[in-house]
């Protein structure tokens, strides 16, 4: 079986109370569960947050929760948190980014089928990579990627750095995680890293640690729109690319 979680908080430093966010009439939150539920791979979906006003939000379009502690550090301890509380013999577990409205349940069913056939820790996906603009910018997370799609890195940084131009210039790495039960139980408990506290990227606590991280290296068909609402232009951005 396989569990899907959405971990959000109200709290937020750049967008307050950002998953209550109205996009064209619906909260953030529930645009994100209603394209995650589209998923096919997917056996149970549910929103894993500390807060009683998001609770309620999501019980009124319907959706599953799991309340859990104001504890958690970052997203994934969120997650595994959940993932402890929810009954079911679940064998991968995915962490569905909450600021995400446009996600392509595609993506995430095809993440899964890469975790399904490889063998590895954790699959996440990128993107190519064409503009320089987004290519050196800090807030678009980079990842290089070696031999079978391992992830050897990833930074705000432009990494790999170009030392000639190439076609892509680079990855771009989008939110969302898919690990095996093992690794998610084993994540919270894992030793915190310098890198992961100078780029503040927890996918590279995980890498410090040996796991294996594999990249589904995902078409622009399937990332585009590629909004992350994360700060109020990108509320605004997303909301005139809604159309219901």
């Not at 929103?47 to 799991?66: H, N, P, Q, R």
């Not at 569905?96 to 995430?108: A, E, S, T, Y």
């Not at 992830?151 to 076609?167: E, N, Q, T």
């Not at 990249?215 to 232009?233: H, K």
Request: glycine residues 6%; contains cysteine; hydrophobic residues 40%.
């Amino acid at each position: 079986m396989i569990l899907g979680v959405i971990p959000v908080r109200l709290e937020s430093e750049r967008l307050p109370r950002k998953p209550l966010a109205d996009i064209a009439g619906k909260s953030l939150v529930q645009r994100v569960w209603e394209q995650a539920s589209k998923s096919k791979k997917l056996d149970k979906l549910v929103v894993a947050t500390d807060s009683d006003e998001i609770i309620d939000v999501v019980k009124s379009f319907g959706g599953e929760f799991v309340k859990t502690s104001n504890k958690p550090r970052t997203g994934t301890d969120r997650v595994y948190e959940a993932f402890s509380i929810t009954e079911g013999n679940f064998s991968f577990v995915v962490n569905i980014q909450g600021d995400m409205p446009f996600i392509n349940p595609v993506l995430i069913d095809s993440c899964i089928e890469l975790l399904e056939s490889s063998g590895a820790d954790m699959v996440t996906p990128a993107t190519p990579i064409i503009s320089d603009e987004e290519f050196f910018r800090d807030s678009t997370v980079k990842v290089a990627i070696g031999n079978e799609g391992r992830a050897l890195y990833f930074s705000r940084a432009p990494i790999p750095y170009p030392r000639h131009r190439s076609d892509p210039l680079g990855f771009k790495h989008i939110g969302l995680y898919v690990f095996t039960a093992k690794a998610l139980q084993t994540f919270p408990s894992l030793p915190s890293c310098e890198v992961e506290e100078r780029e503040k990227l927890e996918q590279l606590r995980a890498l410090a640690s040996g796991f294996d991280i594999r990249i589904f290296n995902a078409s622009p068909q399937l990332t585009t729109p590629g909004i992350e609402v994360d700060t109020p232009a990108d509320l605004e951005r997303a909301r005139e690319l809604t159309t219901c």
